[in-house]
């Protein structure tokens, strides 16, 4: 059974009318609101408390996304959906898997010589003894 669903439309002016009008709310709503709140804020404690010069809206808004940002890149957890992004591998099996792709990707016959499961420290020691 299919099922032609139709999510979302958008007929002529009049969808495209509303469209704008819900991103204007959009930005509204998370982007000028907080600025205005910083705004007034810093104004009412440059007033009331500490001799600090008064702020325009843009401040408002260059302060709200300083804020924005600064929560952003402090916060330890992340919302996720599905898998999660950071596994986490012990050593061996990172190298258990690289060395299986080089294993697969490597069909040469004169590439049997290699050891694959030598170390960086094993070869240097070998060139060492040579």
Not at 97 to 113: A, E, G, H, Q, Y
Request: proline letters at 3%; hydrophobic letters at 45%.
């Amino acid at each position: 059974m299919k099922k032609n669903v139709k999510v979302i439309t958008i007929d002529g002016i009049r969808g495209l009318v509303f469209v704008a009008f819900i991103i204007c709310g959009l930005i509204s709503g998370f982007i000028v609101a907080p600025s205005f709140g910083c705004m007034y804020l810093w104004n009412y404690i440059a007033d009331n408390f500490i001799a600090m010069p008064h702020m325009q809206i843009y401040h408002g808004a260059m302060l709200w996304g300083i804020i924005g940002l600064s929560i952003f890149a402090s916060c330890k957890s992340r919302v996720c959906f599905g898998i999660p992004v950071y596994r986490e591998f012990d050593e061996e099996k990172i190298k258990s898997i690289l060395r299986s792709d080089v294993k697969n990707s490597m069909t040469s016959p004169f590439m049997d010589n290699i050891d694959l499961n030598k170390t960086d420290e094993d070869k240097v020691q070998e060139e060492i003894k040579r």
